[in-house]
T-cell receptor, first 113, second 116 residues
Framework: AQSVTQLGSHVSVSEGALVLLRCNYS??????LFWYVQYPNQGLQLLLK??????LVKGINGFEAEFKKSETSFHLTKPSAHMSDAAEYFC???????????FGTGTSLTVIP | EAGVAQSPRYKIIEKRQSVAFWCNPI?????LYWYQQILGQGPKLLIQ????????DSQLPKDRFSAERLKGVDSTLKIQPAKLEDSAVYLC??????????????FGSGTRLTVV
């Protein structure tokens, strides 16, 4: 079965600082990997995804993530945090058959002015 | 294109009462999902429909939860009777087909249920 681990349920960064949100997955074969963002009282919005090909993927709002098969990781980064980045971030992985998502428990990002 | 519509946005009920949520997926999306998101946790799949048939309801507490998608378009999720631990955000999502699409699912804004 698939599982996703997000290290750190709460992350605080200063405005302009690097954002690093960690995600590790367990899978016997490379799955599809996703990062979603959830703003307060809203649904989940897709930030970026990895399916095949280039392991460094770029998403919306300046975020990017790198698929590292050897480390079974898919960490999310952004060079410079903005106040509007404050939200809950979820890493998700699809199963081998691609039938459903398995979500991590989420990381709440706080941006300090 | 219009997104996934859900209503109501918020609902407060007393325990043992019943409640229903409604979801209208993106037009043409054959697959519809209901997720439960408890505070501090990631979304958990409750049920997955393909058109009007159930694909996966293994995590649906069937003694109190039910869902239907009679015409293969919109869907309702019902809880009867509600318990305190049902307090959560209920998210609906849809996709064109059954396999996880390369663009992921499209989620609605959710219904926040508070059981008191």
């Amino acid at each position: 079965a698939q599982s996703v681990t997000q290290l750190g349920s709460h992350v605080s960064v200063s405005e302009g600082a690097l954002v690093l949100l960690r995600c590790n997955y367990s899978s016997s074969v490379p799955p599809y990997l996703f990062w979603y963002v959830q703003y307060p009282n809203q649904g989940l919005q897709l930030l970026l995804k990895y399916t095949t090909g280039a392991t460094l993927v770029k998403g919306i709002n300046g975020f990017e993530a790198e698929f590292k098969k050897s480390e079974t990781s898919f960490h999310l980064t952004k060079p410079s945090a903005h106040m509007s980045d404050a939200a809950e971030y979820f890493c998700a992985v699809s199963d081998v058959r691609g039938n459903q998502f398995y979500f991590g428990t989420g990381t709440s990002l706080t941006v300090i002015p | 294109e219009a997104g996934v519509a859900q209503s109501p946005r918020y609902k407060i009920i007393e325990k043992r009462q019943s409640v229903a949520f409604w979801c209208n997926p993106i037009s043409g999306h054959a697959t519809l999902y209901w997720y439960q998101q408890i505070l501090g946790q990631g979304p958990k799949l409750l049920i997955q429909f393909q058109n009007n048939g159930v694909v996966d309801d293994s995590q649906l507490p069937k003694d109190r939860f039910s869902a239907e998608r009679l015409k293969g378009v919109d869907s309702t999720l019902k809880i009867q009777p509600a318990k305190l631990e049902d307090s959560a955000v209920y998210l609906c999502a849809s996709s064109l087909d059954r396999a996880v699409p390369r663009n992921g699912y499209t989620f609605g804004s959710g219904t926040r249920l508070t059981v008191v």
